[in-house]
């Protein structure tokens, strides 16, 4: 396993689930008391918790008071997903044939996704496509997505006997995904699958850039060679 490839998971996997806003408004009810929507905020890029401290401070709640009940809105909002029958996720087109070619490669494929850890993996499950993601970092274990990165790398080390250098690619939609690998020292691979342009992922210095994932063999051989 001589390559790590990362990928986000809502607008570059998927297209992002419904249910998964629905649970947060859920949890938001349940946990705080207060009816709202993760539509206040522009949350593209965004880690779980970082949407949670957002959207309730805009609500006018202080970080002590979000912090004191964070474990159980996380484990509400888990609880709600799982309740929501009407759950469709589209899986993007070209995903499932360029994660065969990989793994045929042996190459060790993992997920840095903001989604908690146990939404991620429900996503992947209903697509069929989760034994593919053999490590993570994802929202539950920190706020922020570089860290998110260094953890999957880390897991990969711990765990596959895995050498870090210059192999390492992370592939996002979003602006912060690209940022995160910049900074964890990974290489920045954007895909123009969610709101943001081509132009806007360079302004963050990605890598390359692709429209989709739909060229398999373009992308294995020319940007993951």
């Known amino acids: ?9 809502d607008k570059t ?6 249910g998964h806003k629905a649970a947060f408004s859920i949890a938001f009810k349940e946990v705080y008391g207060i009816d709202t929507s993760i539509d ?6 965004m880690t779980d918790q970082q949407i949670i401290f957002d959207v309730l401070k805009l609500k006018g709640l202080d970080e002590e008071k979000i912090k ?10 888990i609880d709600a997903y799982h309740s929501i029958n009407n759950n469709e996720i589209i899986i993007l087109p070209g995903v499932k044939e360029l ?8 190459y060790l494929i993992g997920l840095v996704t903001g989604n908690l850890e146990q939404i991620a993996r429900d996503k992947m499950k209903k697509l069929g496509i989760n034994h593919f993601f053999k490590v993570g970092g994802f929202g539950d274990e920190h706020i922020n997505r570089t860290e998110l990165v260094k953890i999957a790398v880390k897991k990969a080390q711990s765990n596959f006997n895995f050498i870090f250098s210059d192999n390492v690619y992370l592939i ?4 912060q995904d690209i940022k995160a690998a910049k900074e964890a020292g990974v290489k920045a691979i954007g895909v123009t699958t ?3 342009t081509k132009k806007q992922l360079e302004n963050v210095a990605a890598d390359v850039i692709l429209k989709d994932l739909t060229n398999t063999e373009s992308i294995i051989n020319d940007i993951l060679k």
């Open 99 to 106: 994660l065969k070619a990989l793994e045929d490669r042996k």
């Open 1 to 9: 396993m001589d390559k790590l490839i990362l990928f986000d998971i």
């Open 172 to 175: 996002g939609d979003a602006p």
């Open 40 to 45: 206040i905020i522009q949350y593209s890029g």
């Open 68 to 77: 004191s009940k964070l474990d159980l809105c996380i484990k509400k909002m």
């Open 194 to 196: 969610g709101i943001y």
């Open 13 to 18: 996997l998927v297209k992002s689930s419904q």
